[in-house]
């Protein structure tokens, strides 16, 4: 089918809608706000299901962070929320650890995976590129309650008598293959793959939704090179996961075996529990392998929508073409490359072939060179700008300062000879921290506080985002800039209490410092959650169409618009997507939709 | 109960928060145009940003007087003087960077807010020569920096010296197990079959006759002599564990069905680091460093570096494994043991 004969279908349908919703009576409640097939509606759903794991992952950092910063007194707190697992308000070191290991699992898939690329590419791909929804509105309505539901069985996983997985968010067998091994590798371990087997299926449908759509769907001169970075950055995000989950799974699937149908995957030469295994032959390396496979371009699938978000909201709010599209497309793709070549950084000190290993180290730091273009053109943007603070922007700037902050140290780790040393310290957490954590979650900001506007058709208050923004950015630096220095002296993470340490107990009262700056950036969190909420409702209302003087096809659309998009015809596009230039009345943009004048070359 | 007041008081809190900044949003919407305000807000914006940066790098200078002093001596391993002076200069370079483009960063946001209605931003999109240089030197760079770093990677990993001693240390939840070779300087053959917690915790079989004179340790502790090379043959019972090696800068896993090996070459004593130290509890720890249980964090070895002679008194005060133990009543069990399981 031509690209022609989607549109018109499309327009066809949406005009039969339109006429429904005068004529009769509204969408019924269950196929407007639950079982929905609008891609902004499933894109609300993506995000408040996000912001809500968002809470309890982070209540859970706040839980073992007070176990890490007084590891000699006890939080009757605790035991009212964890009940039996913190018995006097001492938190057990079992739960210790399954709360280390939900946290990851938590925030990593549930919130920088599903609530933010499934929330912006659910949101920006067909308003961006100009369509009137997804490729397939009805994979994508799976794609979110396959979700829901991992995230069901992940919660109730946390109620069960033996407590949920807690074998670290990798979850490396054996210790996550055998039920002797510790109480979370159970009934929580068996729980936690179907949860996440389902995510993998989540994913993947809404990946081939979405790559589909940018593919096929792009409205009338809307070619690959006019599309917003926010689109090609979610396009390549989709690729990573479309190929690299389906390792994962089945890294799950062969783990699945292990533990309950008797093979030797990934089992050798055990004595456990008081007894010998008979499993023999299996290497859990394998593991390893098949979990970074996915791993680590995980890492890339939850930084590059932020990339494609912060790259849009500098050049809006520089009021400035972005500064190297092209060379801003070529390292999204080198990136996207390389993602794939680099997994066994994350294996140095496996045993694995130490060759092996040094290709990995090369492979490794060359992702430097495609990011450091990206620094280098995001601080180009903003250079001879005329720099709008909105809160969108703050969270840019920030995104950029974390992201080249957790980046250099990625140099450190990425260099095998002294990763030996830094390999799982407190210099790891502080970079991932910093890097697809806290550098992501600025991506995500920025997103929510630029397209609150066209999600809710009302802006979110802006003096508590600036407070959210500052408590937020001066926050993450004091939590983790302080962990490099425990990380370079050994630090090794996923401790329960170093107090038995002679190396590394100097540092308790830093860990107290820690612990408390988290409590209050937790708090500062809750902030932006209200304001979030409570803006739905009684934020400022949006009054014009276009209140950012974007350039994109998403401030073309009604102010709230309907399932459909457009009212009428969708519009056709004639320049790319930067068009900050001098139009000759004054403004500073020209919209894609604006035809070339005559005479003028388009970009 | 008192769980529904904790929440309902953030929650009152929040709203009262989100009231006033509500309210602060209308009054200032009162005063002057749209325009008038946002000029102000970018102003004051770029002025906090630029104090974040100057209070950002006086932190980092305070972060650092404070922390110095806890972190590690130089490294007590030959390796890890290599190790030392390769991050020191990852350091310099990736700090160059931070500064750079940071002030960069913070100096663009102060100088090009828009406060001023005639400012027009410079519409420039591309310039292929500045894409060249920021895409070439990056590469040069990281290409120092992996020449660096795979020189010592090699180093590191290559094979040990052919007089090197050997220790086995074998990791289990939540300890570690180590065995010297003995006078013969060969390990005895173990089979996890044969590891039995109360007689034979490593499954060594005593029919080898390697293993008569094997030595095991079960406290966790590594005796090593200053100077000389020791080769590390290292294992697990069970999980995988790691084996952290702070002051020598190494680490290595311990993987059930794998064995993986190091070796390093301790240059300062125990007793030396706690005179640098000026810590008399000072001791070299090994840390387990993969996540292999509730005791992960307690699986804690530990090494004894001394001279030559204290290492050959120490030696001879420990005995074989297989004299120490109880009396070889299991070892005939064994060997009918994987028939036994294979039967099953």
């Known amino acids: ?603 | 109960m008192s769980i529904f007041i904790t929440v309902a008081i953030t929650f009152l809190v929040l709203m009262i928060v989100y009231q006033i900044a509500q309210a602060s949003e209308y009054a200032a919407s009162l005063r002057g145009t749209e325009k008038e305000r946002e000029k102000s807000t970018n102003k004051t914006m770029a002025i906090l940003l630029v104090l974040f940066f100057f209070a950002g790098l006086y932190a980092i200078w305070l972060c650092h007087d404070k922390l110095k002093g806890q972190l590690l001596l130089t490294s007590a391993s030959k390796q890890g003087e290599a190790y030392d002076s390769m991050f020191l200069v990852t350091v310099i370079v990736t700090g160059i960077v931070f500064l750079i483009t940071h002030a960069l960063l913070f100096w663009f946001a102060f100088k090009y807010k828009a406060t001023n209605d005639n400012q027009k931003s410079y519409f420039l999109a591309h310039n292929n020569k500045l894409e060249l240089i920021w895409t070439t030197i990056p590469a040069i760079v990281m290409a120092v920096l992996v020449a660096i770093g795979l020189r010592n990677w090699m180093n590191i990993t290559s094979a040990a010296p052919k007089d090197a001693a050997v220790v086995e240390i074998t990791g289990k939840q939540f300890n570690w197990i180590i065995r010297y070779p003995g006078k013969d300087n060969v390990f005895g053959k173990r089979n996890y079959k044969d590891i039995n917690d109360a007689t034979n915790i490593l499954g060594i079989n005593d029919k080898d006759p390697a293993s008569a004179d094997d030595i095991v340790a079960q406290n966790g502790e590594v005796h090593m002599v200053v100077g000389k090379p020791f080769k590390f043959i290292i294992g697990s019972r069970d999980v995988i564990h790691d084996v952290g090696l702070t002051h020598f800068r190494l680490k290595m896993d311990a993987v059930p069905g794998i064995t993986t090996t190091l070796w390093f070459t301790p240059t300062i004593t125990s007793a030396k680091m706690k005179e640098m130290t000026k810590n008399p509890n000072f001791v070299y720890e090994i840390s387990c460093d993969q996540m292999c249980g509730k005791g992960h964090y307690s699986m804690r070895g530990t090494i004894i570096v001394e001279t030559q002679e204290e290492y050959d008194a120490w030696m001879a005060k420990q005995s074989p494994y297989f004299a120490a133990a109880a009396p070889a009543v299991d070892s005939t069990k064994p060997a009918v043991d994987s028939a036994a399981v294979a039967a099953k």
Do not use: C
């Not at chain 1, 499934?118 to 799976?142: C, E, H, K, V, Y």
């Open chain 1, 1 to 603: 089918m031509s690209n022609e004969a989607i549109l018109h279908g499309a327009h066809d349908t949406h005009a039969h809608d339109d006429h429904h919703g005068h004529e009769h009576h509204e969408q019924h409640f269950f196929t407007k706000y639950v079982f929905s097939q609008d891609h902004k509606m499933i894109a609300k759903q993506f995000l408040i299901t996000g912001i809500i794991w968002a809470i309890i992952g982070a209540l859970m950092s706040v839980f073992f962070r007070l176990q890490l910063g007084f590891p000699d007194k006890s939080f009757p707190i605790m035991e009212k929320f964890l009940g039996e697992w913190a018995k006097g308000g001492k938190l057990d070191p079992e739960f210790y650890y399954a709360l280390v290991t939900m946290h990851g699992t938590i925030l990593v898939f549930f919130v920088l995976t599903a609530g933010l690329s499934g929330t912006f590419a659910n949101l920006l791909i067909p308003l961006q590129i100009g369509a009137r929804d997804m490729a397939s509105p009805f994979m994508n309505m799976l794609s979110y309650w396959f979700f829901f539901v991992a995230g069901v069985i992940m919660f109730i996983s946390l109620f069960i008598q033996t407590g949920p997985a807690s074998g670290g968010w990798t979850t490396y067998p054996p210790l996550s293959a055998l039920k002797e091994a510790s109480l979370g590798s159970g009934l929580g371990m068996d729980l936690w793959l179907i949860s996440m087997s389902l995510f993998v299926v989540s994913s993947l449908l809404g990946g081939l939704n979405y790559v589909s759509t940018i593919l096929n769907m792009r409205t009338k001169g809307m070619t690959m090179t006019r599309m917003p970075l926010t689109i090609w950055a979610l396009f390549f995000t989709a690729v990573l996961g479309i190929l690299s989950f389906p390792v994962l799974f089945s890294g799950f699937v062969l783990l699945i075996f292990d533990r309950s149908f008797g093979t030797s995957f990934y089992l050798s030469e055990i004595f456990i529990g008081g007894k010998a295994l008979p499993n023999v032959g299996g290497s859990a390396i394998l593991y390893q392998h098949l979990f970074w496979f996915l791993g680590h371009p995980e890492v890339y699938i939850i930084m590059l929508p932020g990339m494609g978000m912060a790259s849009e909201i500098l050049s809006t709010n520089s009021r400035k073409p972005i500064f190297g599209y092209f060379a801003m497309i070529i390292s999204l793709v080198g990136i996207t490359v390389l993602a794939f070549l680099v997994w066994a950084h994350h294996m140095f000190v496996t045993g694995m072939s130490p060759f092996l290993g040094s290709i990995f180290v090369l492979l490794t730091l060359l992702i430097a060179v495609p990011s450091a273009v990206k620094v280098f053109n995001w601080l180009t943007t903003i250079w001879k700008g005329n720099l709008r603070f909105t809160p969108a922007m703050m969270f840019a700037l920030g995104f950029v300062s974390l992201f080249i902050s957790g980046g250099l140290t990625g140099i450190f780790l990425g260099n095998s000879a002294l990763d030996i040393h830094l390999h799982d310290t407190y210099f790891v957490v502080a970079h991932f921290h910093i890097v697809m954590g806290v550098s992501a979650f600025f991506g995500m900001f920025a997103g929510i506080y630029h397209w609150y506007p066209k999600m809710f058709g009302r802006f979110m208050n802006k003096p508590l985002a600036y407070i959210h923004f500052f408590a937020t950015f001066i926050g993450a630096y004091l939590i983790f800039w302080p962990m490099h220095y425990e990380g370079i002296a050994g630090m090794p993470r996923r401790y329960y209490d170093f107090s038995a340490w002679e190396s590394f107990k100097n540092y308790g009262s830093l860990n107290a410092f820690i612990s408390i700056v988290v409590i209050i950036v937790f708090f500062a969190q809750l902030l932006f959650v209200y304001n979030f909420f409570a803006s739905i409702w009684k934020g400022r209302k949006m009054t014009t169409q276009n209140p950012w003087g974007s350039t994109t096809l998403e401030w073309t659309t009604p102010i709230n618009p309907g399932h459909g998009n457009w009212e009428g015809d969708i519009p056709e596009v004639y320049r790319w997507a930067y068009d900050y230039k001098d139009d000759g009345n004054g403004n500073d943009f020209v919209p894609q939709t604006t035809p070339l004048k005559p005479g003028e070359e388009s970009h």
